[in-house]
């Protein structure tokens, strides 16, 4: 079985400019999370999308924004890049009410120059 | 609201001893508590759960948790470090598994000594 896959792996992207992260959850799950990872700190969540709806979202700027696909993927956007948005940016696959509940992929390294 | 404290940024132990890694919640409802840990450059990878069956809970690599509610604590343990455990470890608490957020602590790097 595939995991969660996200895409990029890492990218470098310029003050200013905008970025589109990728997440595919894992077959038969509806649900996905975003969370950002800042060097030396635990997760903070950003958004949560259940069948394509937000279900969630976490103390972040409106520069960041979020969409679930038909097919259970999920982009997260972010506009104005800021230095502070260098981080990991994780996706979780969610088994509502069940499983292990939430399923992390490997994680997009951004980094803001 | 919900959150997690873990005790101590950072443990070192000798191979073969014994782990803990601390970590105490607060949450309004019954929560579910997880522990994940974080190789470098990689994601999270759940090492056990808990989601108020058994109040002790056994993961993998020999790891284990045990909720107690008089305490609101759910700290890992382990009988037998291994070089192989060096990672860092995160607890998260959540109080709809699966229909909200997870809230993770600050982390607990784990060193091992030869």
């Known amino acids: 079985d595939a995991g969660v896959t996200q895409s990029p792996t890492h990218l470098i992207k310029t003050r200013g400019q905008h970025v589109t992260l990728r997440c595919s959850p894992i077959?038969?799950?509806?649900?996905v999370s975003w969370y950002q990872q800042v060097l030396g700190q635990g997760p903070q969540f950003i958004f949560q999308?259940?069948?394509?709806?937000?279900?969630g979202r976490g103390n972040f700027p409106d520069r960041f924004s979020a969409r679930q696909f038909p097919n259970y993927s999920s982009e997260l956007n972010v506009n104005a890049l800021l230095l502070g948005d260098s981080a990991l940016y994780l996706c979780a696959s969610i088994l509502v009410g069940g499983g292990d509940g939430y399923t992390f992929g490997s994680g997009t390294r951004l980094t803001v120059v | 609201a919900q959150s997690v404290t873990q005790l101590g940024s950072h443990v070192s132990v000798s191979e073969g001893a014994l782990v803990l890694l601390r970590c105490n919640y607060s949450?309004?409802?019954?929560?579910?508590l997880f522990w994940y840990v974080q190789y470098p450059n990689q994601g999270l990878q759940l090492l056990l759960k808990y989601t108020s069956a058994a109040t002790l809970v056994k993961g993998i690599n020999g790891f284990e948790a045990e909720f107690k509610k008089s305490e609101t604590s759910f700290h890992l343990t382990k009988p037998s470090a291994h070089m192989s455990d060096a990672a860092e470890y995160f607890c998260a608490v959540t109080q709809n598994f699966g229909n909200e957020k997870l809230t993770f602590g600050t982390g607990t790097r784990l060193t091992i000594i030869p």
């Open positions: 077959s038969g799950h509806k649900s």
């Open positions: 949450s309004s409802v019954p929560p579910y």
């Open positions: 999308y259940y069948e394509k709806e937000e279900r």
